[in-house]
Structures are given as structure tokens and as C-alpha cells.
């Protein structure tokens, strides 16, 4: 079972940045790593996704609210994905989560929703204060 560790959760104030850090046990496969995926969850909200990176060619993709703002990326050697957040907004604050897509989809890539992930890390925190 891959196990998932975030870190690099903060207070910040509206405008500034943080990196968040999902350190990665194990591989999907021989020499491929997961599809990794960042979900925000927003006080009172539902998990929502915000960034994910696949494991086949390091392909990206971004939720429109951080477009532009948001970087996700992969350290292999590391076997660790950062989700660089730049910007920040008040509406960026709450609880981030790296995921892995479940068994019996093709955890090299990237899944929709939710529902389509079985591994979490425990979250870590961000604060968008003043």
C-alpha cells in the first residue's frame, strides 16, 4: 500500500507563496511513479481538486481557480511532488491533500474525482490571513 506524507503547510498572508511537499512511498509500476493529485478541502467544503501530475510523461493539469498561480512538479529521485502556490488568495486557505489514484485504474495517470483516489496523505494545513 503506497503511503503519502504532505508537508509545508503554513500561514501566509493574501499575495505571498508557499511550497507543499507529498512525499511518495513506493512506484506504480517498474520505472513509473503515480499519478499524483493535490485536493484542496475549504472549511465546511468538499474535497476538490487542484492540480495533478501523471506518471507516464509528467503531464500537468490545473484546476482554473489556480491556473497560472499553482505549479505542480516531481523530484524523482526524491520520489517526492511539490505543488508550488503562488498568489495566494483567501479562498486558497484550508486543508491540501496529495492522493493516488485506486486500484484498478491506471495509477500512472490522472483521475477526476475524488471517488477515483484510495490513497491520502494525512493533509497539511494553509492559512490565508492578514
Known amino acids: 500500500q503506497v503511503q503519502l506524507a504532505e508537508s509545508g503547510g503554513g500561514s501566509v498572508q493574501p499575495g505571498g507563496s508557499l511550497r507543499l511537499s507529498c512525499a511518495v512511498s513506493?512506484?506504480?509500476?517498474?520505472?513509473?511513479?503515480?499519478?499524483i493529485h493535490w485536493f484542496h478541502q475549504a472549511p465546511g467544503k468538499e474535497r476538490e481538486g487542484v492540480a495533478c501530475?501523471?506518471?507516464?510523461?509528467?503531464?500537468?493539469q490545473y484546476a482554473d481557480s489556480v491556473k497560472d498561480r499553482f505549479i505542480v512538479s516531481r523530484d524523482k529521485a526524491k520520489n517526492t511532488v511539490y505543488l508550488q502556490m503562488n498568489n495566494l488568495k483567501y479562498e486558497d486557505a484550508g486543508v491540501y491533500y496529495c492522493?493516488?489514484?485506486?486500484?484498478?485504474?491506471?495509477?500512472?495517470?490522472?483521475?477526476?474525482?475524488?471517488?477515483?483516489?484510495?490513497?491520502w496523505g494525512q493533509g497539511t494545513q494553509v492559512i490565508v490571513s492578514s
Open positions: 492522493a493516488v489514484p485506486r486500484s484498478g485504474l491506471i495509477q500512472v495517470m490522472c483521475a477526476v474525482a475524488p471517488y477515483d483516489y484510495d490513497s
Open positions: 513506493g512506484f506504480a509500476s517498474a520505472n513509473n511513479f503515480y499519478a
Open positions: 501530475i501523471n506518471g507516464l510523461d509528467e503531464n500537468t
